[in-house]
């Protein structure tokens, strides 16, 4: 059984059991737990794979996790990792004054999205990213696996949408 595999079936022994935290982690102390995460984050909803490969730029995550530059939220079952959101978090070029975050990333667990699973981890996002000083938070949806209600239910509001193109 793959290490992929192996943390699949723990996560889904644990789905009916209560208790999923969520914590403010670092990149240093995250990179080998959420490497395989990411793998099936990417596999799950990413488009264009062979055209655009997973190759996830480690040296810059570390750079920005020691300039504190990334913030991470993990959502965690029974100690395992099921879950996490990263922002980017800095002033904006245009509103130098302002801390924005810039999501980079969110995901749960296939076997683990139920309930308020992500309601509550985007809510700690929130609260976690607000306690610094964030004013504003800016987070995409695939339009292909639209997450827009969550979104609303939780008071965001569309205000752009993002085109792509391989060229």
Not at 99 to 111: K, Q
Not at 113 to 140: D, I, N, P, S, Y
Request: glycine content about 8%.
């Amino acid at each position: 059984m793959s290490a992929i595999e192996t943390q699949v079936a723990a996560l889904a022994e644990g789905v009916t059991r209560p208790g999923t935290f969520y914590r403010v982690e670092r990149w240093k102390h995250l990179r080998a737990e959420m490497l395989p995460l990411l793998v099936r984050h990417w596999r799950e909803i990413a488009l264009n794979h062979a055209d655009v490969p997973l190759d996830i730029d480690e040296a810059k995550y570390s750079e920005l996790d020691e300039a504190g530059g990334l913030h991470i939220v993990t959502a965690r079952r029974n100690g395992l990792l099921i879950g996490y959101h990263v922002t980017l978090v800095s002033s904006h070029l245009h509103y130098r004054s302002t801390l924005h975050g810039i999501t980079d990333v969110y995901w749960i667990a296939p076997e683990c999205r139920h309930g308020v699973t992500a309601m509550r981890m985007f809510q700690a996002v929130e609260r976690e990213l607000k306690r610094l000083g964030v004013r504003k938070l800016f987070t995409g949806v695939k339009l292909h696996l639209d997450q827009g209600p969550l979104f609303e239910r939780l008071g965001y509001k569309p205000v752009e949408r993002l085109y792509a193109k391989l060229i």
